[in-house]
């Protein structure tokens, strides 16, 4: 989140931007939760890792995400399904960009995404990630393309978000 603020900075775009790094999301999502209530934001997308499935000596095939290909834009997880409309615009915009990505399934536990689509009224969100080789580890791995890309695909993202598409997005 701190590069996409960087690569922002000074750039023009028609968004107010906010960086959150929330806490204790394995414990109930608490700091995203309260962080989405004081920012009140229009849409909001959560930065996570994933697990990779390409880990040597893994045949976890419930997971499709591999180090190298591209950020995950997440279609569900064990918290969220994501505003349609915006993942939409996010696959739509990465094409366009030529971004590469793959598309995560997270078929147990949430992300902080899921808390903040429930704040307030309600906010359009979605996850996504950098998959990661032995996540929750003290040495996950990343492949730096991954990264790199999907700093460059919200970065995108936020340019093209403009009130036309923000409308179409909350009329979901």
Do not use: W
């Not at 700091?31 to 994933?50: I, K, L, N, R, Y």
């Not at 045949?59 to 994501?82: N, Q, R, V, W």
């Not at 990630?129 to 730096?144: F, G, L």
């Not at 991954?146 to 997005?169: F, H, Q």
Request: proline fraction near 5%; charged fraction near 25%; charge should be negative.
């Amino acid at each position: 989140a701190i590069e996409v603020l960087r690569q922002l900075k000074g750039k023009t775009h028609p968004n107010t931007v906010f960086g959150v790094g929330t806490v204790e999301e394995e414990v109930g999502l608490r700091g995203a939760g309260t962080s989405a209530f004081e920012v009140a934001p229009d849409v909001a997308f959560a930065v996570d890792v994933t697990i990779a499935a390409d880990t040597p000596g893994s045949d976890d095939s419930d997971f499709a995400e591999h180090c190298g290909k591209g950020p995950s834009i997440s279609i569900m997880d064990g918290s969220l399904l994501p505003n349609t409309v915006l993942r939409d615009f996010v696959v739509e915009t990465a094409e366009k960009e030529k971004i590469p990505y793959q598309f995560g399934a997270l078929t147990k536990g949430g992300t902080d995404g899921g808390r903040i689509a429930m704040t307030r009224s309600g906010v359009p969100t979605i996850t996504l990630s950098v998959p990661s080789r032995y996540i929750h580890s003290h040495n996950s791995i990343i492949h730096i393309d991954d990264y790199l890309n999907l700093v460059k695909l919200l970065v995108a993202v936020i340019k093209k978000l403009d009130s036309r598409m923000l409308k179409k997005i909350r009329s979901m």
